[in-house]
Each structure stands twice: as structure tokens, then as C-alpha cells.
């Protein structure tokens, strides 16, 4: 087995000694102080998996394999020093270049090694979890991270503030992707309200944009006339200033209260389900977390194919009229 003690830990930078609580990473092999491990939650390399890494002691790597055993030289036999790994004449008390004794066996403590990727996962979520002690207002933090699942690093640490009293934290995901993000996290009656008044702020801003393209293809001489007329178009380009002022501020809101309302709904849920599951096994458990909580990609898939299907429903539209005089076109379509 690799030696590990007079290594530095890639975290701490201290070199581990005997009584060192040591971790080692299943893919690469790198060892930390279990420690170091709990508090970054990953391999210190882990960026260097997928270039076929493979750590090795400072002592490994400027000593070939076969200097494990004793070596036969010219000048004599020769042995390894347990400690430095130098070379030293077999027979000597001391090691020539560290001084240590040779006769004295090295002390080692058992390292656990993980016999596969899943059984590392299972502990690096055993070690978060338990990074956060009681949990979070009577929530354990692993019920919480069994309804949460994906991205526990990111939400785990905001629930903990929470927990204590802290009001609201800001999450660019809900900005920019509004009620898809809601869907994604099964937030349905939020995503949905989200939804609606999405649409209806918009309709000010769709009209006018729907008479902006009918003027551009009078004007290119696709349409002989204008299809739909759009009424008060200068009281539409008012309320649609004022949509969308209110779009942003709804948007702006989810950034900041996102977090927050997750967090109630993730504690409120297993509150509420907890003595359901009381009796049931941990694969019962974890299998109906799956389905309440965790992350869905099918609704906001077909929400965006819906809403894009507007567009092309109002193309379609307008090159199937008898006022579009680009035969050729229509054909194409």
C-alpha cells in the first residue's frame, strides 16, 4: 500500500502524521485529513479526473516500484528508507538522508480506501449532512438533502441560514429562467401563477409587436394589407412599458425570495409527510422524496415548445392569407 504519512494533505497543506484521520479519494487516490474532506466536500483534485490522474506520494514519485524492495547494487545490498524513501546501505541504523531509524517499523494508520465511486458519493453525503448538526427547524439535514437532491451544496448552506433567521438570498437561476426554474424545482402553483401573469403582462407588448411585423410586410411588399388591425396602438405601447416594468419586478422578487419559499416548502413538505413514512423503509423514503421533491425537466420542455408553437401558429397564419402575394413562399411551406 501507498504510503501516505509525510505527504502534505492538498487542502491544508500539513503533512499527515500518525493519528491522522485520512480519507482517499476512490477515483485518483488522493488523500486528505478527513477534516479537510468535510469542509470541501470534494476531492482537492478532482478537476484532473477525466485526464486519467493518479496521485502520487511525494516519496512515489521519484522512486520507481521495485525500490519497495531491497536492491541489489554493486557496492552491496541497499533498502528504502519507510520514512524519506532514500536509498541507504543495507545494515545502516539510520538513514542517510533523514536520519531515521531503520529498524523501527513506521506507524500506520488504517486508511479506508472505497471500493467504488457510488460508496465515495454515499460518504461525501454522509460528511456534508452532518456538517449541519440538528438540521434546519426540526428538519435532519439529510431529510432535507433526500427532497432536495441536486445541488444540496448550493441550498443546504442557504436552508442552515434560514434556519436562523435569515429573510431572503438571492438566486440568478429564478431571474433568468422565471417560472421554468419553478417548474424545474416542482414549485407548480408558483410556476403557474408566474406563468399567468407572465402572459397577461405580455399581451400589450405581443399586440404591438404583431402590428410592428404585419407595417414591415405591407412595407416589403409581402402583404398587400394589413391582416389583423391593432387598435390604440399608442395606449398599447403605454400599458406595455408598464408590463413590463412589472415583469422585471416580478422577476426581481424570485431572485431574491426564491430561495426562501423553497425552503418553506421543503420543510412544510416532509413535516407533513413524516409520520406517513415513519415506519417505512430508507428506500421508501428516499423513492417518495424523489417524487415530491428533486428537480423535472418534462414541464418546462413543454412549456417552451408551447410558447415558441405561438410563434410559428401566427406565422403560419399570416402566410396562409389571402393577403400574402408570395405564392412561392407559401408553397415552400
Known amino acids: 500500500m501507498q504510503s ?3 505527504s502534505p494533505c492538498p487542502y491544508c497543506g500539513k503533512k499527515f502524521a500518525e493519528g491522522d484521520d485520512i480519507v482517499v479519494c476512490p477515483e485518483c487516490g488522493t488523500p486528505h485529513h478527513r477534516d479537510c474532506y468535510k469542509e470541501h466536500s470534494a476531492c482537492a483534485n478532482e478537476a484532473k479526473h477525466g485526464e486519467n490522474y493518479e ?3 511525494a516519496f512515489a514519485s521519484s522512486i520507481p516500484h521495485k525500490h519497495h524492495e531491497e536492491k541489489h547494487t554493486e557496492e552491496g545490498e541497499t533498502v528504502f528508507c519507510k520514512y524519506c524513501g532514500s536509498e541507504t546501505p543495507l545494515g545502516s541504523m539510520y538513514c542517510h538522508k533523514c536520519g531515521a531509524p531503520m529498524n523501527e517499523e513506521v506507524p500506520r494508520r488504517e486508511v479506508h480506501r472505497f471500493d467504488s465511486a457510488e460508496e465515495f458519493h454515499r460518504e461525501r453525503f454522509r460528511i456534508f449532512t452532518e456538517a449541519f448538526g440538528g438540521g434546519f427547524e426540526g428538519v435532519s439535514p439529510k431529510e432535507a438533502a433526500l427532497f432536495v437532491r441536486s445541488n444540496i451544496e448550493y ?3 442557504r436552508f442552515a441560514a434560514f434556519s436562523k433567521g435569515a429573510k431572503f438570498d438571492t438566486n440568478f437561476s429564478a431571474f433568468i429562467f422565471s417560472y421554468f426554474y419553478l417548474f ?3 414549485m407548480y402553483g408558483l410556476g403557474f401563477a408566474v406563468l399567468i401573469a407572465s402572459l397577461i403582462l405580455s399581451i400589450p407588448g405581443m399586440l404591438l409587436d404583431l402590428a410592428a411585423i404585419q407595417a414591415q410586410y405591407v412595407e416589403m411588399g409581402m402583404l398587400s394589407q394589413v391582416i389583423w388591425e391593432i387598435p390604440h396602438q399608442e395606449t398599447l405601447a403605454i400599458y406595455a412599458i408598464i408590463a ?4 422585471w419586478i416580478m ?8 430561495n426562501r419559499l423553497y425552503y418553506s416548502k421543503v420543510i412544510s413538505t416532509i413535516k407533513n409527510t413524516r409520520d406517513s413514512l415513519l415506519n417505512e423503509s430508507e428506500k421508501v423514503i428516499s423513492d417518495f422524496f424523489r417524487r415530491k421533491g428533486g428537480t423535472e425537466m418534462a414541464l418546462p420542455i413543454i412549456i417552451a415548445v408551447l410558447t415558441f408553437s405561438v410563434s410559428f401558429v401566427l406565422a403560419g397564419a399570416i402566410v396562409s392569407s389571402e393577403f400574402f402575394i408570395m405564392p412561392e413562399i407559401t408553397n415552400f411551406l
Open 4 to 6: 501516505y504519512f509525510g
Open 55 to 57: 496521485w502520487k506520494s
Open 155 to 157: 441550498f443546504l448552506p
Open 184 to 186: 424545474y424545482r416542482k
Open 244 to 247: 413590463n416594468l412589472l415583469i
Open 251 to 258: 422577476r426581481i422578487a424570485l431572485m431574491m425570495f426564491f
